[in-house]
């Protein structure tokens, strides 16, 4: 897998021969916009089976830690630590024969692609960020201690992280921007309210592991 730094943009390519079942798609060229976390990671799937891949972003800093990110993602996929999650968000306006693409394309990366209609959080995020604001309110009550929350999910659910330990991995600051976004889309709904607890600590930038300290501390 081959890196070209340019201004603003990052073209991703890969010597690897596109498998079979990639002939079978149209899609052969793909542009990214946006380097954070899904983006870079779309980039890093898409060269990696074939597809001549353009990973585009504001400064060559972001970039370069686009690329970082990839590097560490690939030692991850080494050591086969690695989630396949794809979503094919269909809209009112979007046409049938451009999700179909969009399945067989993903489906073309080794991945299991699953459809959902443009809804908030989709699938995953709108069961998992609810649970998670859970966690946070029954903490915030004082029912129960966050390490006794995050032991009880492990234990008793079989999840691999606590509600608490997986807040600090993905960041206070995104998870306080989901449910923001979701409260302005529909403040009366329960599930989507803010917490005190949560909005104190991303206003301390007490964001999770990337500064130190969230709901715990890192050394």
């Known amino acids: 897998m081959a890196f070209v730094t340019r201004q603003f943009v990052r073209s991703v390519s890969s010597s690897s021969t596109a498998s079979a079942s990639a002939k079978k798609i149209i899609i052969k060229h793909v542009t990214v916009i946006g380097g954070g976390l899904m983006g870079a990671g779309i980039a890093q799937v898409a060269a990696a089976t074939g597809h001549t891949v353009m990973l585009v972003d504001q400064t060559e800093d972001i970039l370069a830690k686009s690329r970082k990110g990839i590097e560490e993602s690939l030692r991850k996929v080494a050591k086969k630590k690695f989630a396949e999650n794809p979503k094919v968000i269909k809209t009112p306006m979007t046409s049938q024969k451009t999700t179909e ?66 807040l600090d991995y993905v960041g206070l600051d995104t998870a306080k921007f989901i449910i ?40």
């Open 101 to 166: 693409s969009l399945i067989d394309f993903s489906k073309a990366l080794g991945k299991h692609p699953v459809s959902c209609k443009d809804t908030p959080g989709f699938i995953v995020n709108r069961l998992l960020v609810p649970y998670l604001m859970e966690a946070i309110r029954l903490h915030e009550r004082g029912d129960a201690s966050k390490e006794d929350i995050d032991t009880a999910m492990k234990l008793g659910a079989g999840y691999p992280m606590g509600p608490f330990e997986l």
């Open 180 to 219: 923001d976004g979701w409260h302005e889309v529909d403040a009366k709904n329960p599930l989507f309210q803010p917490s005190p607890s949560l909005n104190k600590l991303v206003a301390e930038n007490k964001v999770g592991k990337k500064t130190g300290e969230g709901y715990y501390k890192y050394k």
